[in-house]
């Protein structure tokens, strides 16, 4: 039988729909987890600029707010490759995610307590409790034979169910609790997804494959000493949410840090092939650390522009989930097109894909300075339509870049290096949160409370994203050349 496009084996005693049955149970813990972080990441700036800068000029607050969300977003996929490490090392993969779940539950409702240094605490404790969350994506691959074809269906089923979560979080936590009772409970509500994702994985955790694994360094007491160290680390992640600066320059010191190490590997390895590769695999990094800057500008400066700036028969809090709802719309449409094309000879390589995600995600904010310069209304508010397209111009370059760039670097790098060169490219979305902020704060700099600052910015991102996007086009045949082979 065939399962989403691809040939499955026949189903065994304890499939269910084709799927092995833990596999529906992971997917409901992705449902309610994404739900919970993009639920509340829907309203964490405003809220941070309402509540705790509010004495500020309001550009002020809200270029503090934004900087508090890029800190944020930088954090939590800096701590995922310590949280691997865990994983793999100390706790094991299931005892590492059953912790994360409880701990970020309880993060959330810590969320809501109405002191700045409480939330601060709260958001430290979230971002390091979600580092350890990383083993998810693993244990949907570990119900699967290494050579069962259904594999591919089974992480299509992941992507979907992530982008659900999505979908339902911002109208849920934002734009129905948080608006109309109050945005402190809609992190409580964030919260309730993220308990009903726990106690899930807490019913059947026992039966997951690896259950029963003792990593390297396991001891009786790795749980309560892997708390402990968290509890240690949560007023020094505090401390570098509360002052973006020194958050910036730790990212790009230890993106340099390493940078250094694969060149040093490089050249101490002396081959030839594998050297192009890693300068390959830097290029097509660097081309994915600008597209997410400039596509998580949907968290921030986007966010603020629907709120302050766009008439629309919503709350803005919907913008949110725009992004999610079109990749459940488009993703299937898209994952038939490549092979389609691949068929013809006409499948765009790897690079050129980067490209075009780049170069459709400049135009969305060619979308934008349009909207700014031509359709302002007497009420000094744009028509909501235009957003809704740059949120799909957007999310077409994200499915058009984003989901090779995992296989690719898996493909590139060397066999000992793979899990770095992976934790690496993770971390490259947390270099790209911080870029985001700092972009997002000019929208405040250039002109304060004025819409011509967002017209300054969104037409820097269009014609500097624009030239980007073309240097990559014209350069793809040479990266090509560099790849020495892996598609």
């Given at each position: 039988m065939r399962v989403a496009g691809v040939l499955a084996s026949p189903p065994a005693a304890n499939d269910r729909f084709g799927h092995p049955r833990l596999?529906?149970?992971?997917?409901?813990?992705?449902?309610?987890?994404?739900?919970?972080?993009?639920?509340?990441?829907?309203?964490?700036?405003p809220y941070a600029a309402d509540t705790f800068f509010a004495a500020l000029p309001k550009a002020a607050a809200l270029?503090?707010?934004?900087?508090?969300?890029?800190?944020?977003?930088?954090?939590?996929?800096?701590?995922?490759?310590?949280?691997?490490w865990i994983a793999d090392n100390v706790l094991g993969e299931v005892q590492a995610l059953r912790l994360s779940l409880w701990m970020t539950a309880l993060a959330l409702l810590g969320l809501a307590w109405p002191s700045r240094e409480g939330f601060t605490l709260a958001l430290s404790s979230f971002?390091?409790?979600?580092?350890?969350?990383?083993?998810?994506?693993?244990?949907?691959?570990?119900?699967?034979?290494?050579?069962?074809?259904?594999?591919?269906?089974?992480?299509?089923?992941?992507?979907?169910?992530?982008?659900?979560?999505g979908f339902i979080g911002p109208p849920l936590c934002a734009a129905w609790i948080g608006a109309h009772y109050g945005y402190r409970w809609g992190f409580v509500a964030a919260a309730a997804g993220m308990a009903v994702s726990a106690s899930i994985f807490e019913w059947r955790h026992r039966r997951m494959p690896g259950s029963d694994d003792r990593p390297p360094l396991h001891r009786p007491?790795?749980?309560?000493?892997?708390?402990?160290?968290?509890?240690?680390?949560v007023w020094p992640?505090?401390?570098?949410?509360?002052?973006?600066?020194?958050?910036?320059?730790?990212?790009?010191?230890?993106?340099?840090?390493?940078?250094?190490?694969?060149?040093?590997?490089?050249?101490?390895?002396?081959?030839?092939?594998?050297?192009?590769?890693?300068?390959?695999?830097?290029?097509?990094?660097?081309a994915m650390v600008l597209f997410w800057a400039w596509s998580l500008q949907g968290a921030t400066s986007l966010n603020f522009f629907a709120r302050d700036h766009?008439?629309?028969?919503?709350?803005?809090?919907?913008?949110?989930?725009?992004?999610?709802?079109?990749?459940?719309?488009?993703?299937?449409?898209?994952?038939?097109?490549w092979p389609w094309l691949d068929r013809r000879g006409s499948n765009p390589s790897t690079p050129r894909k980067f490209g075009i995600g780049l170069l459709l995600v400049a135009l969305s904010y060619g979308v934008m300075v349009y909207a700014v310069h031509d359709l302002v209304g007497a009420d000094g508010r744009t028509p909501w339509w235009p957003l809704a397209l740059c949120y799909l111009l957007s999310t077409l370059g994200e499915l058009a870049l984003s989901p090779i760039g995992y296989a690719m670097i898996g493909k590139l790098a060397a066999p000992e290096d793979a899990s770095l060169a992976m934790g690496g490219w993770f971390f490259g979305v947390g270099v790209s949160y911080d870029l985001s902020g700092r972009i997002a704060a000019m929208t405040v700099a250039a002109a304060p409370g004025s819409l011509a600052g967002y017209e300054h910015v969104f037409a820097l991102l269009l014609w500097s994203g624009l030239a980007i996007a073309v240097v990559y086009l014209l350069a793809a045949p040479w990266i090509v050349r560099l790849m020495h082979g892996v598609k």
């Open positions: 596999l529906w149970m992971l997917l409901a813990v992705s449902v309610g987890l994404n739900l919970a972080f993009y639920g509340f990441r829907a309203f964490l700036a270029k503090q707010a934004d900087l508090l969300l890029a800190g944020f977003g930088t954090l939590t996929y800096a701590t995922a490759i310590i949280g691997g971002v390091l409790a979600a580092g350890l969350g990383i083993p998810l994506t693993v244990l949907i691959g570990r119900n699967y034979a290494d050579d069962d074809p259904r594999r591919d269906a089974g992480y299509t089923l992941f992507y979907m169910a992530i982008n659900l979560g007491w790795s749980t309560p000493a892997v708390l402990a160290g968290t509890l240690a680390l992640g505090a401390l570098l949410l509360a002052h973006p600066d020194a958050l910036h320059i730790a990212v790009y010191v230890l993106m340099g840090l390493m940078i250094a190490y694969f060149v040093v590997r490089s050249i101490r390895r002396g081959d030839h092939v594998q050297n192009q590769r890693y300068l390959a695999m830097l290029l097509l990094f660097v766009v008439r629309a028969p919503f709350d803005y809090s919907w913008f949110q989930s725009a992004n999610p709802l079109y990749i459940l719309i488009i993703a299937p449409f898209l994952a038939m097109l």
